[in-house]
């Protein structure tokens, strides 16, 4: 009750005072609720017209030796490797060391020559390759992720694999296709893949705090991560980076991160034409161009504009990266504790950004940690129905409920994770990770019958998901 009542006197402060306070004052205030509803452990930069206007830090880079975030902090930024892969790979591009409408196999002869000799440079860019992600192979995490391998090894797991579309016919989010882009790189250049980007990127740009990981660096004031499980922190599983080069492994922090902005607005790396390559939107609805989604972004019900934009999940750590090529501005926030709620954070920073008010609200799975761990999901789902009715001081968000849930799961509280996740499934039904964790939960319930039904769902909602039509054979065949 008090915390419902200092997020209410919050709303009424802001909205009395808001238009008073300069956009740094707005864009602090937000950040700040964020931390205070435990969804931001991290650091934050936002750019107008090329120039910083607000940056900070909140929380623990490590929390058992009690240091703070800072805005130099270095964090594991996950997927935004890959735009930053993608520029890599054009910068070979302009050297004409690699042409991009070649295949796999000029490349490396020994890749699958069912799938090397049909996919191209450029359809790996674009997630247009055909090739599945890791999440087909069913215990990836943690049997695989924490394994070390060579390059040479890691591509035999997936180079073979049945391609999920003819290569170039539609998309599929790959990060098996910008590892393969990375080791591509590697074998043309004889370098490492962190050396090039060293070279290329990271020593041009003056990007000093920016590297690709292995777990036996020491690498001074990375962040630890964590994740965030109902109402405490622990320690994020251990993940070998081995198999996360090009696609995930680089670290670097917010300023850093707008040095790479800036680089790219001015052509510093890239000419003109191949940075407008990057940036062409690629296959609807999803938009992608070469390692960024490129589209509007919808930051109230009336208003949006076009960025550049990708988001980033590691094991504890969350990023989202924004750029706004019309006024040259820009958004980047980098988080040790995980989950949150990426497109909440950022739809609200532009909307400050733009100058449209924030209608700062509790998050609905964020009252309910509390409730679960005293009175378990059954308590908590009727007062996420209470809770709903109150639109001027919750909110919902399918995907935090979801993260909610499987919170639940990952401790093994099967019976109120399905109860977390029925519920979800009733509210966003055409939402089809809802239905895999759904489905996934019945069958750690040994409910089998219930878990075909769902993977089935899974599979209506999108043909192409290839982690659901596995798990899917196993309980049919």
Not at 223 to 248: E, I, K
Not at 293 to 314: A, C, E, I, R, W
Request: positive net charge.
């Amino acid at each position: 009750m008090k915390l419902r009542l200092a997020v209410i006197g919050l709303i009424a402060l802001l909205t009395q005072f808001g238009w008073a306070q300069s956009k740094k004052e707005k864009l602090d205030e937000l950040m700040k609720t964020y931390h205070r509803f435990n969804m931001f452990d991290g650091s934050v930069l936002v750019a107008e017209n090329g120039k910083v206007i607000y940056k900070n830090a909140f929380g623990m880079a490590n929390r058992e030796w009690d240091i703070p975030n800072t805005t130099d902090t270095k964090f594991m930024i996950g997927s935004v490797s890959k735009p930053i892969t993608s520029i890599l790979m054009l910068i070979q591009v302009q050297k004409g060391l690699i042409s991009l409408d070649k295949t796999i196999s000029d490349y490396i002869p020994e890749f699958s020559k069912k799938n090397g000799n049909r996919i191209t440079i450029r359809q790996l860019l674009g997630h247009a390759s055909g090739l599945p992600n890791y999440d087909i192979i069913k215990d990836f995490f943690p049997r695989i992720s924490r394994q070390n391998f060579s390059r040479e090894e890691y591509i035999k797991l997936y180079m073979d694999s049945t391609l999920v579309f003819e290569p170039g016919k539609s998309y599929y989010y790959s990060s098996w296709g910008y590892f393969t882009l990375g080791y591509i790189m590697e074998r043309v250049t004889g370098k490492t893949y962190a050396q090039l980007m060293k070279e290329d990127i990271f020593d041009k740009l003056d990007m000093n705090a920016s590297g690709s990981y292995y777990h036996t660096q020491v690498v001074k004031k990375r962040a630890t991560g964590y994740d965030y499980s109902l109402g405490g922190f622990t320690s994020a599983d251990f993940r070998d980076q081995s198999n996360t080069m090009g696609t995930g492994d680089i670290y670097s922090t917010v300023e850093d991160l707008f040095k790479l902005h800036i680089a790219i607005s001015n052509n510093t790396l890239l000419n003109k034409k191949l940075t407008e390559e990057m940036f062409t939107p690629g296959i609807r609805p999803w938009r992608y161009g070469y390692g960024w989604f490129n589209q509007n972004f919808k930051y109230t019900p009336t208003d949006s504009v076009f960025t550049n934009y990708h988001l980033g999940m590691t094991e504890g750590f969350l990023s989202f990266l924004v750029r706004i090529p019309s006024s040259n501005s820009f958004i980047v926030f980098l988080c040790n504790s995980s989950p949150t709620h990426f497109f909440g954070i950022a739809t609200n920073l532009m909307k400050v950004l733009y100058n449209k008010p924030v209608d700062l609200k509790q998050p609905v799975h964020k009252a309910l940690e509390p409730i679960i761990v005293s009175n378990g999901a059954v308590k908590a789902v009727e007062e996420y129905k209470r809770m709903k009715a109150d639109t001027a001081h919750y909110y919902i968000d399918w995907l935090a409920m979801d993260f909610l849930g499987n919170q639940l799961y990952t401790l093994k509280k099967y019976e109120d994770a399905r109860v977390i996740f029925e519920n979800n499934a009733l509210e966003f039904p055409q939402r089809d990770l809802v239905m895999l964790s759904l489905a996934k939960t019945y069958e750690e319930l040994g409910r089998k019958e219930d878990a075909v039904v769902y993977y089935k769902k899974v599979i209506a909602l999108n043909p192409g998901y290839e982690e659901a039509k596995n798990r899917l054979k196993e309980l049919v065949r």
